[in-house]
């Protein structure tokens, strides 16, 4: 019989105990891989402002030229040069004004320089105001560069005195328009531009029954030409409003008509 020394006997269960946890603790003591470094930020440009954006006069497209309206109804358009004297313009104005009448004005550049009252005195009397050359010079003797400066010098006087470049552009010295002008009219913002089929040869000073006698030929959606600068035609209207009432035509303006 074996003799116990005071040292607990290792049983087989306490060896296999042993074998399979020792491995287990040993990997629960190996220290945990270092964490894998953080990238390095990217370096972000600073904002900058981005440029103002470009900004262009928008072109209408041309619509051409209009002398005479399709609309069929009982109306015409009196369609005047602007220019000369501006007492005489304001009693033609006034004279059309009293009896209902709005027509067109076509002003001329130098005209609304050397006269700074005219341009509102045409649209305070219920008028409409357009553009008709700065200096009334022959366009279809000009480059298109001299064209485009005519244009333009009448529209930025418009602008100026209304606060818009006005409703039609009309060539000078032409009653109508060259396929470049209307392309020129078009690019300074007037798309389209207005001719007229009835001339009353006013600025010809043929006397009143002279110019009503003109006008006479008028019909539905004609487009009159006359001028503000000539003793005759201020004298011609009350009988040229009279006739065109006798007719049943209302003068309006251009606008009103091609609308």
Not at 35 to 41: F, G, I, N, T, V
Not at 45 to 67: D, F
Not at 179 to 186: G, T
Request: charged share 15%; proline share 11%; aromatic share 4%.
């Amino acid at each position: 019989m074996r003799v116990n020394d005071g040292v607990a006997p290792v049983t087989r269960r306490a060896l296999l105990w042993s074998v399979a946890v020792l491995p287990l603790a040993a990997a629960c003591s190996t220290p945990a891989p270092a964490p894998a470094p953080a990238p390095a930020p990217v370096a972000v440009p600073a904002p900058t402002t981005p440029p103002p954006p470009v900004t262009t006069r928008p072109v209408a497209p041309p619509t051409g030229e209009v002398a005479r309206a399709s609309t069929g109804r009982p109306e015409i358009a009196l369609t005047f040069h602007g220019a000369g004297d501006e007492e005489l313009a304001r009693a033609v104005l006034t004279a059309l004004h009293d009896r209902g009448a709005a027509v067109t004005v076509l002003a001329v550049g130098t005209w609304l320089r050397q006269s700074p009252d005219a341009a509102k005195m045409v649209t305070g009397l219920g008028h409409e105001l357009g553009n008709h050359t700065y200096s009334h010079g022959d366009v279809d003797s000009m480059g298109a560069a001299s064209v485009r400066t005519e244009i333009e010098r009448c529209r930025d006087l418009i602008s100026a005195a209304i606060g818009s470049p006005g409703a039609f552009f009309r060539p000078s010295q032409a009653q109508h328009a060259t396929p470049e002008v209307i392309r020129l009219a078009a690019a300074a913002g007037y798309p389209t531009v207005l001719s007229y089929d009835v001339d009353s040869k006013d600025f010809t000073d043929p006397g009143a029954l002279a110019i009503r006698r003109n006008v006479a030929s008028a019909r539905p959606g004609s487009v009159v030409s006359m001028h503000l600068g000539h003793p005759g035609t201020l004298t011609a209207i009350p009988g040229l409003l009279d006739d065109l009432a006798g007719r049943g035509l209302t003068p309006v303006t251009a606008t009103r008509l091609f609308s």
